[in-house]
T-cell receptor, first 111, second 113 residues
Framework: AQSVSQHNHHVILSEAASLELGCNYS??????LFWYVQYPGQHLQLLLK??????LVKGIKGFEAEFIKSKFSFNLRKPSVQWSDTAEYFC?????????FGAGTQVVVTP | GAGVSQSPSNKVTEKGKDVELRCDPI?????LYWYRQSLGQGLEFLIY????????KSGLPSDRFSAERTGGSVSTLTIQRTQQEDSAVYLC???????????FGQGTRLTVV
């Protein structure tokens, strides 16, 4: 079955630490890949997306993600997090129009 | 409209009653999705509409759940004979086609008592 897996459910780190969130998917064929973020009390917002071309994509707020086709992965990174990055992060895969999400990773950044 | 609009924002209903949740997508968006978000459960796919094609209903958890999209725009998610396990935030999203990103509404928080 097609699925999206996020490796960590909860991550706690200090400000200025580096962040990497893993995402793997099990779809064949062409996919479009996304990372969304949900800040406390807010709706889901797009962080970045990959459709084709350069597998290293840059998004808003200093986030980037790397698509590794051979590993079916699309990991999210940020070199130095801020307290305001506390949020839930969702990886999503779109295949034939259907958009499927991972279970999410709750990230808490402590001052 | 400027964004995806969902109503009501909050709904409290008694077990066994039917509820209707509404979604107004961004004008011109042909794709519309419904998801259910429960605490610690991520986003559970429910149903996907694309233009005039038959919807992908593969995520609906039971036959108590149904959705329609009238005129390719507004969508209504109906839950019949609500149960306590139906309590969750129901999210709607729309996108301009099969490829681009989806934009989300604020959701409807459903509480079944």
């Amino acid at each position: 079955a097609q699925s999206v897996s996020q490796h960590n459910h909860h991550v706690i780190l200090s400000e200025a630490a580096s962040l990497e969130l893993g995402c793997n998917y099990s779809y064949g064929g062409t996919v479009n890949l996304f990372w969304y973020v949900q800040y406390p009390g807010q709706h889901l917002q797009l962080l970045l997306k990959y459709f084709s071309g350069d597998p290293l994509v840059k998004g808003i707020k200093g986030f980037e993600a790397e698509f590794i086709k051979s590993k079916f992965s699309f990991n999210l990174r940020k070199p130095s997090v801020q307290w305001s990055d506390t949020a839930e992060y969702f990886c999503a895969v779109r295949s034939w129009g259907k958009l499927q999400f991972g279970a999410g990773t709750q990230v808490v950044v402590t001052p | 409209g400027a964004g995806v609009s969902q109503s009501p924002s909050n709904k409290v209903t008694e077990k066994g009653k039917d509820v209707e949740l509404r979604c107004d997508p961004i004008s011109g968006h042909t794709a519309l999705y419904w998801y259910r978000q429960s605490l610690g459960q991520g986003l559970e796919f429910l149903i996907y509409f694309q233009g005039n094609s038959a919807p992908d209903k593969s995520g609906l958890p039971s036959d108590r759940f149904s959705a329609e999209r009238t005129g390719g725009s507004v969508s209504t998610l109906t839950i019949q004979r609500t149960q306590q396990e139906d309590s969750a935030v129901y999210l709607c999203a729309s996108s301009s086609d099969r490829v681009t990103e989806a934009f989300f509404g604020q959701g409807t928080r459903l509480t079944v008592v």
